[in-house]
């Protein structure tokens, strides 16, 4: 089956570090971007940034840059967010989307496979 | 970063009903837009890209048009599995960026 299977819910305390992981099935993980999204409690999505796995190719939000850092191990077919030093904003679920494009140009781009979510919840 | 505004905030319908939803960018996005639904508790889901294009498996009620700055995700005859959130997004250009959200509620 053609999915993405993220790690479990994760609490923390503010200043600790995290990694969470995102591992795809069922495709050629190595030939699509992967994004992070953000959800804070009863708020929109915000695309943190992308990765392509084949080369770890990284485009990042600058609203996130230096915040987090993203990462992939294409011979585990997984992609990581890290953080160095949580805070109580960090919380919220963060998922991870497999990116696809509409065009021969590679232009359009959209989410099409999404894993479930890690909430992720930073608290002393 | 392209701004993307969509009204409204959250809608009231019933089943049967026709829904549209707007997205507004705040610079032209050519045909670069998606739209997703979200029920909660549940990852987003892809609805739509490129405008109008629906994703494989998506209901045909779900329709999607506009181009440039202002673009319409219709709902032509609302199901009760279709009370939830829907988002939209664009790629023109990075960061990828979405709507603040629309809920549509059970009147």
């Known amino acids: 089956e053609v999915q993405l299977v993220q790690s479990g819910a994760d609490v923390k305390k503010p200043g600790e570090p995290l990694i969470i992981s995102c591992k795809g099935f069922?495709?050629?993980?190595?030939?699509?971007?992967i994004g992070w999204v953000r959800q804070m409690p009863g708020k929109g999505l915000e695309c943190m940034g992308t990765?392509?796995?084949?080369?770890?190719?990284?485009r990042y939000n600058p609203s996130f840059q230096g915040q987090v850092t993203i990462s992939a191990d294409k011979s585990i077919s997984t992609a990581f967010l890290q953080w160095n030093s949580l805070q109580a904003s960090d919380t919220a679920i963060y998922y991870c989307?497999?990116?696809?494009?509409?065009?021969?140009?590679?232009?359009?781009?959209?989410?099409?496979?999404w894993g479930r979510g890690t909430l992720v919840t930073v608290s002393s | 970063d392209i701004q993307m505004t969509q009204s409204p905030s959250s809608v009231s319908a019933s089943v049967g009903d026709r829904v549209t939803i707007t997205c507004r960018a705040s610079?032209?996005?050519?045909?670069?837009l998606a739209w997703y639904q979200q029920k909660p508790g549940k990852a987003p889901k892809l609805l739509i890209y490129a405008t109008s294009t629906l994703q494989s498996g998506v209901p045909s009620r779900f329709s999607g048009s506009g181009s440039g700055t202002d673009f319409t995700l219709a709902i032509g005859s609302l199901q009760p599995e279709d009370f939830a959130t829907y988002y939209c997004?664009?790629?023109?250009?990075?960061?990828?960026?979405f709507g603040g959200g629309t809920r549509v509620e059970i009147k």
């Open positions: 997004q664009q790629s023109n250009s990075l960061p990828l960026t």
């Open positions: 069922g495709y050629s993980f190595t030939n699509y971007w």
């Open positions: 610079q032209g996005i050519s045909s670069w």
């Open positions: 990765i392509y796995p084949g080369d770890s190719d990284t």
């Open positions: 989307a497999r990116r696809n494009y509409y065009d021969v140009k590679g232009r359009g781009w959209y989410f099409d496979l």
